[in-house]
T-cell receptor, first 115, second 119 residues
Framework: GENVEQHPSTLSVQEGDSAVIKCTYS??????FPWYKQELGKGPQLIID?????GEKKDQRIAVTLNKTAKHFSLHITETQPEDSAVYFC??????????????FGGGTRLMVKP | GAVVSQHPSWVICKSGTSVKIECRSL??????MFWYRQFPKQSLMLMATSNEGSKATYEQGVEKDKFLINHASLTLSTLTVTSAHPEDSSFYIC???????????????FGPGTRLTVL
């Protein structure tokens, strides 16, 4: 089955700096890669996702890049703010619409943005 | 995005009792719902997949008689932890898959979670 590795497990940055979180996956058939932000005591919130037919996607201060050949994808947060502090999870999934395919999650990265 | 709610948000119960957690998709119909368990500082672990009108599919190692799942309608799935013990204490999160765009992919939205503490 799919295996998703996420690094680093913790990341501390100064407010205004950039943060990068990296994930690798094992199943070359995976074609959907979402990123979730989880604040303390809450459920994960989808913040951005990328499909396998796209190499990069941006949404304001957040961007995700995908390298299918190397089987890794990364989350980039620019101009970090204290409210970006949370645990971030990457995930991977294969399959087509309505197929019973599951998300496989990375281990999570605890991001701390210091004011 | 689509909204998924869970109730209750937290529950404390005595060992040996049963606890029911509800998961609702508020503004869309979810043919598939997922139940996850999350221990402190760990990732989400999929427990089971629930399809409306059919039996849930449990992941390896998850006791189906202990964690009863009922997906009675397109907007409601329930997880019942039967004869709860302290080791069942955890953060339980449900997720619902929204209808995908034609030729596209299904988005998956998560509920806010339910913290279960078994004394």
């Amino acid at each position: 089955g799919e295996n998703v590795e996420q690094h680093p497990s913790t990341l501390s940055v100064q407010e205004g700096d950039s943060a990068v979180i990296k994930c690798t996956y094992s199943d070359s058939a995976s074609n959907y890669f979402p990123w979730y932000k989880q604040e303390l005591g809450k459920g994960p919130q989808l913040i951005i996702d990328i499909r396998s037919n796209v190499g990069e996607k941006k949404d304001q201060r957040i961007a995700v890049t995908l390298n299918k050949t190397a089987k890794h994808f990364s989350l980039h947060i620019t101009e970090t703010q204290p409210e970006d502090s949370a645990v971030y999870f990457c995930a991977a999934r294969k399959g087509r619409v309505n197929a019973g395919n599951m998300l496989t999650f990375g281990g999570g990265t605890r991001l701390m943005v210091k004011p | 995005g689509a909204v998924v709610s869970q109730h209750p948000s937290w529950v404390i119960c005595k060992s040996g009792t049963s606890v029911k957690i509800e998961c609702r998709s508020l503004d869309f119909q979810a043919t598939t719902m997922f139940w996850y368990r999350q221990f402190p500082k760990q990732s989400l672990m999929l427990m089971a997949t629930s399809n409306e009108g059919s039996k849930a599919t449990y992941e390896q190692g998850v006791e189906k008689d202990k964690f009863l799942i009922n997906h009675a309608s397109l907007t409601l799935s329930t997880l019942t932890v039967t004869s709860a013990h302290p080791e069942d204490s955890s953060f339980y999160i449900c997720s619902a898959r929204s209808p995908g765009l034609a030729g596209g992919y299904n988005e998956q939205f998560f509920g806010p979670g339910t913290r279960l503490t078994v004394l």
